[in-house]
């Protein structure tokens, strides 16, 4: 629970999500601590699930990803069985970089990246159309990011 974070334990989870590959040294450093009670709490964080994981974010433009797509997926049938397995395949496919199941007029709401609008339009043709449940998409490209990856409220 959030209610179990001191001012402490927050400023230790908002540099990590500045940086997350910072020494023990410099956390410490940071957030008024020692080295050791850091590594503790840091530990305590990890271990009570409030750190997910480490990873570093790579560069869309760098890897030749220049288009990104918020694609709305509607089924016509709403069936448990299909939503699974329609799913689990979304999770298999990289260039899904999140999928949502939302409320509304769309039934899942898919962020997708691609080198550009032909290799886009592929994937849309063979892919995206052929999953399971899947009757209905629309697109929506993004033309500019003006925020992304901002971490997440620690207040």
Known sequence: MTTDLDK??????????????????????MVGLSETPCARRL?????DGYIDQYRAMLSRSALGL???AFVYVRFAVHDRA???????????????????????SADYILQVVARDLDDYGTFMRDEMRSLPGVTSVESAL???????????PLS
């Not at 530990?43 to 271990?47: V, W």
């Not at 299909?82 to 409320?103: D, K, M, Y």
């Not at 993004?142 to 997440?152: D, H, Q, T, V, W």
């Open 8 to 29: 402490t334990d927050r400023a230790i989870l908002a540099a990590l999500q500045n940086d997350g590959r910072m020494s023990n040294a410099r956390l410490a450093d």
């Open 43 to 47: 530990k305590r964080l990890e271990n």
């Open 66 to 68: 220049g288009v990104v």
């Open 82 to 104: 299909v939503a699974t397995r329609f799913e689990r395949e979304v999770q298999a496919i990289p260039r899904i970089l999140a999928c949502h199941n939302v409320s509304g």
């Open 142 to 152: 993004s033309l500019r990011e003006i925020k992304a990856n901002g971490g997440l």
